[in-house]
Each structure stands twice: as structure tokens, then as C-alpha cells.
């Protein structure tokens, strides 16, 4: 398993959690975590750059989420803050060996297992 996400649970609005996504592979130069509700695509919510660190987030988590990543430790993290019900969605970890920040889902070609994450209202 190259990426493996954790972290997912059941919590109220206004609450926090923080994603983990171990990554057994040091070749990767981007990571993201997309999301997926019922009955939606697959939305980037945020990505984050191996080389400079550097960081882009959806519209809707911004000043909320936070993405980073420790590589001594093979990590990648998502620290999510004031959750809403609208953040309810499977979270998946990706990797992409492009030095270039994606966007899309078909940017990156690793993908993790899903965990889920369920904001009660």
C-alpha cells in the first residue's frame, strides 16, 4: 500500500479532526486530499508541494483546513477546524510524482483508501 488515510470520524459542527496519510513511497513530489459526498465528483480540497511546501485549498475550506506534511515521518496531514455539515464526505490522500501543484483528480495517479468523515449538525 503506497498511501494509507486515517483519521475519519463521526464529530458535531464546530468540531475538529486531523486526517493522516502515510505514504510508503518517497518519489511522490505533490500530495492532496480529495473529498466525495453521496451523489458527488471527487473535489480537491486541498495540495501541497514536497519541494517548497507550498499550498492551495478549495474556496470552501479555506481559513479553515490545513495541509502539511512531515517527511521525516512519511506523512501527510489534514487538520480540519470548524467543521460543518456540508464537510460530511469520504477524504481520500493522492500523490503525484509532477512537481506541479494539480487540481484535478486526474492529476494525481496514487490514490489512498478513503476515510470518512461525518459532521452532525
Known amino acids: 500500500v503506497q498511501l494509507q488515510a486515517s483519521g475519519g470520524g463521526l464529530v458535531q459542527a464546530g468540531d475538529s479532526l486531523r486526517l493522516s496519510c502515510l505514504t510508503s513511497?518517497?518519489?511522490?513530489?505533490?500530495y492532496a486530499w480529495f473529498r466525495q459526498a453521496p451523489g458527488k465528483e471527487r473535489d480537491i480540497v486541498a495540495a501541497i508541494r514536497k519541494r517548497d511546501g507550498t499550498t492551495s485549498y478549495a474556496d470552501s475550506v479555506k481559513g479553515r483546513f490545513t495541509i502539511s506534511r512531515d517527511y521525516a515521518e512519511n506523512m501527510v496531514y489534514l487538520q480540519m477546524n470548524s467543521l460543518k455539515p456540508e464537510d460530511t464526505a469520504l477524504y481520500y490522500c493522492?500523490?503525484?510524482?509532477?512537481?506541479?501543484?494539480?487540481?484535478?483528480?486526474?492529476?494525481?495517479?496514487?490514490w489512498g483508501q478513503g476515510t470518512l468523515v461525518t459532521v452532525s449538525s
Open positions: 513511497i518517497r518519489t511522490f513530489n505533490s
Open positions: 493522492a500523490a503525484s510524482a509532477s512537481t506541479l501543484l494539480g487540481s484535478a483528480a486526474s492529476d494525481f495517479a496514487t
